[in-house]
Antibody, heavy 116, light 108 residues
Framework: EVQLVESGGGLVTPGGSLRLSCAAS????????MSWVRQAPGKGLEWVSS????????YYADSVKGRFTISRDNAKKSLCLQMNSLRAEDTAVYYC?????????WGQGTLVTVSS | EIVLTQSPGTLSLSPGERATLSCRAS???????LAWYQQKPGQAPRLLIY???SRATGIPDRFSGSGSGTDFTLTISRLEPEDFVVYYC?????????FGQGTKVEIK
């Protein structure tokens, strides 16, 4: 069974940093591109970043470019999102996800709150 | 960037009725990489349909998806009480995913 478990969320002050992690199991992690998607309170879904299976290509939404860095460790089956210079508008539930053979798989999310 | 526009924003129907939700893309969606989700308050999105028309594992057959290119539809044949929540479409065929703004299905 595919499982994606996010961790690392919490309360951080504006300008601060946070590192999110996603532990994957139940599939061949190194075969698939991985992504982060977020959802601000009461709002819709927003794609944040993606990384290719080979770690060669990384893509970012304009809203986070230059502040967030996506990375992965295929040996440890883990995905990370390093978030720097956090702003109030980055407050959201962050989901780890990937597009696999039978659709798009999601974790349960981790809440990031940026507030003073 | 592919922009997805969902309509209507809110759909008011009664249990047992048929719901038809639309998702229109600003450009053709690659290889029908179009998904539909249901989201209940406080929960992660639940995948209903992928590849425009394939039902995800465990999804009741009252949910069906159709369409290709730029026009896609989610149909709920007979609404059950638990179906009155929010639905999103998503394209995942490009390097940057995009989502529709959502359709809320409410009880009339």
């Amino acid at each position: 069974e595919v499982q994606l478990v996010e961790s690392g969320g919490g309360l951080v002050t504006p300008g601060g940093s946070l590192r999110l992690s996603c532990a994957a199991s139940g599939f061949t992690f190194s075969d698939w591109s991985m992504s982060w998607v977020r959802q601000a309170p009461g709002k819709g879904l927003e794609w944040v970043s993606s990384i290719s299976s080979s770690i060669i290509y990384m893509y970012y939404a304009d809203s986070v470019k230059g502040r967030f860095t996506i990375s992965r460790d295929n040996a440890k089956k883990s995905l990370c999102l390093q978030m720097n210079s956090l702003r109030a508008e980055d407050t959201a539930v962050y989901y780890c996800a990937f597009s696999g053979r039978y659709g798009v798989y999601w974790g349960q999310g981790t809440l990031v709150t940026v507030s003073s | 960037e592919i922009v997805l526009t969902q309509s209507p924003g809110t759909l008011s129907l009664s249990p047992g009725e048929r719901a038809t939700l639309s998702c229109r893309a600003s450009q053709s969606v690659s290889s029908s990489y179009l998904a539909w989700y249901q989201q209940k308050p406080g929960q992660a999105p639940r995948l209903l349909i992928y590849g425009a028309s394939s039902r995800a594992t465990g999804i009741p057959d009252r949910f069906s998806g159709s369409g290709s290119g730029t026009d896609f539809t989610l149909t709920i044949s007979r609404l059950e009480p638990e179906d009155f929540v929010v639905y999103y479409c998503q394209q995942y065929g490009s390097s940057s995913w995009t989502f529709g703004q959502g359709t809320k299905v409410e009880i009339k």
